[in-house]
C-alpha cells in the first residue's frame, strides 16, 4: 500500500494510499504510528481522487537523514575514484527535506548545483548493532530520493564541505510516496534513473551498489541508533553533472524526476534563489 502525505486546503497534515497520481484517504494514521500495521484503504471510486500537485516527504520527519556517497560502482568508476573498502557516509539537515512536486531553490551562494538519483532506504524500528542477516528486519519500505548537491561546496572549500554542499535547504526531495518491503520484497536489482527535462541523464540499477542494503543498515546501526523513520539515500548511480564533458549543473526552470521501478516519479523543479 505505497503511501503518501499531503496538505489539507486548511492546513492538516493528513495521509492516503497513492497510486498513479491518485490518493485515497487513510484517516486513521492521522493520530496514529506510521509504522502500526495498515488496515486496508478504501477502494470505492467515490473515495479516490487526484493527488495535490504537492505532496510532502511522504513519512514523518526523520530524525536523520542519512546518506551515502560512492555506493554505486559504475558512478565510482566515472568519477575516477577508487572502489571503497567501506561505506562512505554523510549527512543532511532534515529541513532539507521537500516533497514530490516542490521547488528546488538554487542557492545564490552556488554556481554549481548538481543532481542525484537514490533509492531511499526508511527505517521502521529502532536499530542498534545489528547483523547483515537480520538487517532488513529493520527496514519499513522504500521512497525515491534526490540528493541534490552544491558542488562547489561540497569539494570546492577547505577541507571539502560534504555536508554544506549536500545540505541546502530543499536539498533532500523524497517521494511521492513510500512503499513497504512487502510491495517491493527485493530491492536488489531495481532501475533508477534520472530524468532532466525529460532527458534520461542517469540509468543504472541497484545491481550495482558496492555495500547492498542490509550490509548498510548494519554497518551504521553500529555506530548510531536508527530511529523509526530515519532515512538512508544509498547512493547515486553514474551520469551525474559533474562528471559530464562539458558538466552540466541545474539551473532555473529545469525539471528533474527520480523514477524508480517499483516505487514511481518524484518530480521537482528548480528556481533560481
Not at 199 to 215: C, G, W
Not at 237 to 252: E, I, Q, T
Amino acid at each position: 500500500m505505497p503511501t503518501c502525505r499531503y496538505l489539507t486546503e486548511d492546513g492538516k497534515i493528513e495521509y492516503a494510499t497513492f497510486s498513479e497520481g491518485k490518493i485515497c484517504p487513510l484517516p486513521h494514521l492521522n493520530d496514529g504510528n506510521f509504522f502500526e500495521p495498515r488496515v486496508p484503504a478504501y477502494s470505492s471510486d467515490e473515495t479516490w481522487r487526484n493527488a495535490p500537485p504537492n505532496l510532502l516527504p511522504p513519512t514523518p520527519t526523520p530524525e536523520k537523514v542519512i546518506c551515502i556517497g560512492l555506493n554505486y560502482r559504475d558512478h565510482a568508476i566515472e568519477t575516477g575514484s577508487e572502489i571503497p573498502s567501506e561505506p562512505v557516509v554523510f549527512s543532511k539537515f532534515n529541513t532539507a527535506l521537500v516533497g514530490h512536486g516542490d521547488t528546488i531553490r538554487l542557492p545564490k551562494v552556488s554556481a554549481q548545483v548538481d543532481y542525484e538519483a537514490e533509492l531511499v532506504v526508511v527505517i521502521g524500528k529502532t536499530a542498534k548493532h545489528v547483523s547483515g542477516a537480520n538487517a532488513m528486519d529493520y527496514v519499513y519500505g522504500y521512497s525515491c530520493g534526490h540528493d541534490v548537491s552544491a558542488r562547489d561546496w561540497q569539494k570546492g572549500r577547505p577541507g571539502g564541505q560534504w555536508l554544506l554542499g549536500k545540505t541546502f535547504d530543499t536539498f533532500g526531495p523524497v517521494g511521492p510516496c513510500v512503499v513497504t518491503c512487502a510491495e517491493l520484497p527485493d530491492a536488489s536489482n531495481v532501475n533508477v534513473r534520472m530524468k532532466l527535462n525529460d532527458e534520461t541523464v542517469q540509468n543504472s540499477t541497484t545491481a550495482q551498489l558496492i555495500f547492498d542494503i542490509p550490509t548498510l543498515v548494519a554497518h551504521l546501526s553500529n555506530i548510531v541508533t536508527l530511529k523509526p523513520g530515519d532515512l538512508i539515500f544509498t547512493g547515486t548511480p553514474p551520469g551525474v553533472g559533474a562528471a559530464r564533458n562539458p558538466p552540466v549543473f541545474l539551473k532555473n526552470g529545469d525539471v528533474c524526476s527520480v523514477e524508480i521501478e517499483g516505487i514511481g516519479a518524484l518530480t521537482n523543479r528548480c528556481e533560481q534563489e
